[in-house]
Protein backbone atom coordinates (compact mmCIF):
# COMPACT_ATOMS: atom_id res chain seq x y z
CA UNK A 1 0.00 0.00 0.00
CA UNK A 2 0.92 3.49 -0.17
CA UNK A 3 -0.10 6.36 1.72
CA UNK A 4 -0.19 9.73 -0.46
CA UNK A 5 0.30 13.64 1.09
CA UNK A 6 -0.01 16.82 -1.04
CA UNK A 7 0.49 20.29 -0.62
CA UNK A 8 -1.36 22.61 -0.63
CA UNK A 9 -4.52 21.21 -0.27
CA UNK A 10 -6.20 23.98 -1.36
CA UNK A 11 -5.40 27.51 -2.89
CA UNK A 12 -6.64 30.47 -4.11
CA UNK A 13 -4.53 32.06 -7.34
CA UNK A 14 -4.75 35.20 -9.22
CA UNK A 15 -4.37 34.67 -13.13
CA UNK A 16 -0.97 35.16 -14.78
CA UNK A 17 0.49 33.35 -11.65
CA UNK A 18 2.01 29.97 -11.07
CA UNK A 19 1.91 27.11 -8.33
CA UNK A 20 3.74 24.37 -7.19
CA UNK A 21 2.02 21.48 -6.21
CA UNK A 22 4.16 19.10 -3.85
CA UNK A 23 3.24 15.17 -4.19
CA UNK A 24 5.08 13.09 -1.45
CA UNK A 25 4.42 9.25 -0.85
CA UNK A 26 5.76 6.90 2.03
CA UNK A 27 7.13 4.71 0.13
CA UNK A 28 9.60 4.09 -2.95
CA UNK A 29 7.14 3.89 -5.81
CA UNK A 30 8.15 3.29 -9.81
CA UNK A 31 5.61 4.84 -11.56
CA UNK A 32 3.64 8.40 -10.46
CA UNK A 33 0.85 10.35 -12.47
CA UNK A 34 -0.78 13.70 -11.77
CA UNK A 35 -4.69 13.91 -13.04
CA UNK A 36 -6.58 17.03 -13.67
CA UNK A 37 -10.54 16.75 -12.18
CA UNK A 38 -11.91 19.73 -13.65
CA UNK A 39 -15.71 20.79 -12.32
CA UNK A 40 -18.59 18.26 -12.62
CA UNK A 41 -15.84 16.43 -14.74
CA UNK A 42 -14.02 13.56 -14.57
CA UNK A 43 -10.30 12.92 -13.84
CA UNK A 44 -8.04 13.43 -16.77
CA UNK A 45 -4.46 12.01 -17.12
CA UNK A 46 -1.93 14.74 -17.63
CA UNK A 47 1.72 13.15 -17.68
CA UNK A 48 3.18 10.27 -15.81
CA UNK A 49 6.33 11.36 -13.88
CA UNK A 50 9.04 9.60 -14.43
CA UNK A 51 11.82 9.06 -12.38
CA UNK A 52 15.47 10.41 -13.98
CA UNK A 53 13.86 11.44 -17.04
CA UNK A 54 11.66 13.70 -18.07
CA UNK A 55 7.89 13.21 -17.78
CA UNK A 56 5.67 11.64 -20.63
CA UNK A 57 2.60 13.88 -21.18
CA UNK A 58 -1.01 13.02 -22.81
CA UNK A 59 -2.58 14.71 -25.72
CA UNK A 60 -3.43 18.45 -24.45
CA UNK A 61 -0.82 18.88 -21.86
CA UNK A 62 2.57 20.24 -22.58
CA UNK A 63 5.64 20.36 -20.70
CA UNK A 64 5.91 24.52 -20.47
CA UNK A 65 2.12 24.91 -18.67
CA UNK A 66 2.18 21.63 -16.36
CA UNK A 67 5.97 21.42 -15.77
CA UNK A 68 6.49 18.21 -14.05
CA UNK A 69 9.66 17.38 -11.22
CA UNK A 70 10.46 14.01 -9.52
CA UNK A 71 13.84 13.70 -8.04
CA UNK A 72 13.70 10.45 -6.60
CA UNK A 73 10.97 7.47 -6.29
CA UNK A 74 8.86 9.32 -3.26
CA UNK A 75 8.40 12.99 -4.52
CA UNK A 76 7.22 14.48 -7.19
CA UNK A 77 5.81 18.27 -8.39
CA UNK A 78 3.44 19.73 -10.50
CA UNK A 79 3.38 23.70 -11.48
CA UNK A 80 0.37 25.34 -12.55
CA UNK A 81 2.00 27.87 -15.03
CA UNK A 82 0.51 31.13 -15.98
CA UNK A 83 -2.93 30.44 -14.90
CA UNK A 84 -6.07 31.30 -16.07
CA UNK A 85 -9.56 30.61 -14.50
CA UNK A 86 -9.64 27.24 -16.75
CA UNK A 87 -7.04 26.18 -14.38
CA UNK A 88 -9.47 25.73 -11.30
CA UNK A 89 -9.61 22.04 -10.86
CA UNK A 90 -8.60 19.60 -8.35
CA UNK A 91 -5.29 18.43 -8.92
CA UNK A 92 -4.51 14.57 -8.25
CA UNK A 93 -1.10 12.83 -7.86
CA UNK A 94 -1.16 9.11 -7.75
CA UNK A 95 0.94 6.13 -7.54
CA UNK A 96 1.14 2.70 -8.55
CA UNK A 97 2.06 -0.56 -5.84
CA UNK A 98 2.59 -3.53 -6.74
CA UNK A 99 -0.38 -6.10 -5.31
CA UNK A 100 -0.64 -9.05 -7.29
CA UNK A 101 2.31 -9.72 -9.02
CA UNK A 102 1.25 -13.10 -10.24
CA UNK A 103 -1.29 -11.45 -12.22
CA UNK A 104 0.47 -8.29 -12.94
CA UNK A 105 -1.88 -5.89 -11.55
CA UNK A 106 -0.91 -2.73 -9.88
CA UNK A 107 -3.34 -1.05 -7.57
CA UNK A 108 -3.11 2.64 -8.31
CA UNK A 109 -3.47 4.78 -5.38
CA UNK A 110 -4.77 8.33 -4.96
CA UNK A 111 -3.30 11.29 -3.04
CA UNK A 112 -6.17 13.16 -1.24
CA UNK A 113 -6.13 16.27 -3.89
CA UNK A 114 -5.42 19.66 -4.12
CA UNK A 115 -7.69 22.58 -5.00
CA UNK A 116 -7.24 25.49 -7.38
CA UNK A 117 -8.83 28.31 -7.72
CA UNK A 118 -8.32 30.83 -10.36
CA UNK A 119 -9.86 34.29 -10.46
CA UNK B 1 -10.02 7.57 -27.84
CA UNK B 2 -11.33 5.42 -25.19
CA UNK B 3 -14.49 6.44 -23.38
CA UNK B 4 -16.13 5.82 -20.28
CA UNK B 5 -19.99 6.79 -19.42
CA UNK B 6 -21.93 7.22 -16.17
CA UNK B 7 -24.94 8.02 -14.88
CA UNK B 8 -24.02 11.41 -12.78
CA UNK B 9 -26.72 10.64 -10.17
CA UNK B 10 -28.45 7.77 -8.28
CA UNK B 11 -30.76 7.94 -5.15
CA UNK B 12 -31.61 5.30 -2.93
CA UNK B 13 -33.32 4.27 0.28
CA UNK B 14 -30.98 3.48 3.09
CA UNK B 15 -31.13 -0.70 2.90
CA UNK B 16 -32.01 -0.98 -0.51
CA UNK B 17 -29.28 -2.38 -3.08
CA UNK B 18 -27.68 0.38 -5.50
CA UNK B 19 -26.42 -0.35 -8.91
CA UNK B 20 -24.16 1.81 -10.29
CA UNK B 21 -23.86 1.53 -14.12
CA UNK B 22 -21.44 2.20 -16.43
CA UNK B 23 -20.35 1.51 -20.32
CA UNK B 24 -17.01 1.80 -21.42
CA UNK B 25 -15.44 1.65 -25.21
CA UNK B 26 -12.36 0.00 -25.59
CA UNK B 27 -12.80 -3.59 -26.27
CA UNK B 28 -9.26 -4.06 -25.41
CA UNK B 29 -9.75 -3.06 -21.74
CA UNK B 30 -8.21 -5.38 -19.31
CA UNK B 31 -8.62 -4.44 -16.01
CA UNK B 32 -12.42 -2.64 -14.94
CA UNK B 33 -12.15 -0.57 -11.84
CA UNK B 34 -14.81 0.99 -8.73
CA UNK B 35 -13.44 3.51 -6.95
CA UNK B 36 -15.01 5.72 -4.27
CA UNK B 37 -14.58 9.92 -3.52
CA UNK B 38 -15.72 11.01 -0.20
CA UNK B 39 -16.44 14.50 0.15
CA UNK B 40 -12.82 15.77 0.84
CA UNK B 41 -10.76 12.70 0.42
CA UNK B 42 -8.99 10.75 -2.31
CA UNK B 43 -10.22 8.35 -4.15
CA UNK B 44 -10.41 4.82 -2.82
CA UNK B 45 -10.12 1.86 -4.92
CA UNK B 46 -13.51 -0.38 -3.80
CA UNK B 47 -13.02 -3.22 -6.38
CA UNK B 48 -11.98 -4.13 -9.59
CA UNK B 49 -12.80 -7.08 -12.02
CA UNK B 50 -10.17 -8.54 -15.15
CA UNK B 51 -12.05 -8.70 -17.93
CA UNK B 52 -11.78 -12.81 -18.11
CA UNK B 53 -14.25 -12.29 -15.35
CA UNK B 54 -18.67 -12.03 -15.31
CA UNK B 55 -18.89 -11.49 -12.07
CA UNK B 56 -16.68 -10.80 -8.78
CA UNK B 57 -18.22 -10.66 -4.94
CA UNK B 58 -16.60 -8.79 -2.18
CA UNK B 59 -18.81 -8.62 0.82
CA UNK B 60 -21.93 -6.14 -0.04
CA UNK B 61 -20.21 -5.54 -3.41
CA UNK B 62 -21.19 -7.50 -6.35
CA UNK B 63 -19.64 -6.49 -9.75
CA UNK B 64 -21.08 -7.59 -12.86
CA UNK B 65 -19.08 -7.97 -16.35
CA UNK B 66 -21.10 -8.13 -19.86
CA UNK B 67 -17.91 -7.47 -22.22
CA UNK B 68 -19.84 -8.29 -25.45
CA UNK B 69 -21.61 -5.16 -24.66
CA UNK B 70 -19.34 -3.34 -22.85
CA UNK B 71 -21.13 -2.71 -19.59
CA UNK B 72 -20.01 -2.83 -15.85
CA UNK B 73 -22.53 -2.84 -12.76
CA UNK B 74 -21.55 -2.00 -9.31
CA UNK B 75 -24.11 -3.38 -6.83
CA UNK B 76 -23.84 -2.19 -3.16
CA UNK B 77 -26.12 -4.59 -0.97
CA UNK B 78 -27.93 -2.83 2.04
CA UNK B 79 -26.93 0.55 1.67
CA UNK B 80 -25.59 2.88 4.29
CA UNK B 81 -25.58 6.32 4.81
CA UNK B 82 -21.84 5.84 5.02
CA UNK B 83 -22.47 4.73 0.92
CA UNK B 84 -22.88 7.82 0.27
CA UNK B 85 -20.13 9.13 -2.39
CA UNK B 86 -19.24 9.54 -5.79
CA UNK B 87 -18.27 6.68 -7.52
CA UNK B 88 -15.80 6.55 -10.68
CA UNK B 89 -15.75 3.60 -13.21
CA UNK B 90 -12.55 3.31 -14.75
CA UNK B 91 -10.76 0.95 -17.35
CA UNK B 92 -7.08 0.49 -18.14
CA UNK B 93 -6.42 -0.53 -21.73
CA UNK B 94 -3.51 -1.95 -21.63
CA UNK B 95 -1.94 -5.03 -20.48
CA UNK B 96 -0.49 -5.57 -17.41
CA UNK B 97 -3.63 -4.09 -14.97
CA UNK B 98 -3.07 -0.80 -14.23
CA UNK B 99 0.39 0.01 -14.94
CA UNK B 100 -1.07 2.72 -16.83
CA UNK B 101 -2.99 5.81 -17.03
CA UNK B 102 -6.64 5.01 -16.42
CA UNK B 103 -9.57 6.35 -18.25
CA UNK B 104 -12.58 7.47 -15.77
CA UNK B 105 -16.23 8.00 -16.01
CA UNK B 106 -17.45 10.99 -14.45
CA UNK B 107 -18.48 9.49 -11.69
CA UNK B 108 -22.14 8.52 -10.42
CA UNK B 109 -23.05 10.66 -7.23
CA UNK B 110 -24.72 8.05 -5.02
CA UNK B 111 -27.09 9.74 -2.96
CA UNK B 112 -28.78 8.03 0.35
CA UNK B 113 -32.28 8.82 1.25
CA UNK B 114 -33.23 8.13 5.45
Known amino acids: SAVISQKPSRDICQRGTSLTIQCQVDSQVTMMFWYRQQPGQSLTLIATANQGSEATYESGFVIDKFPISRPNLTFSTLTVSNMSPEDSSIYLC????????????????FGPGTRLTVT | GEDVEQSLFLSVREGDSSVINCTYTDSSSTYLYWYKQEPGAGLQLLTY?????DMKQDQRLTVLLNKKDKHLSLRIADTQTGDSAIYFCAESPYSGGGADGLTFGKGTHLIIQP
Open chain 2, 49 to 53: IFSNM
Open chain 1, 94 to 109: SVLSWEDTSNLFYEQY
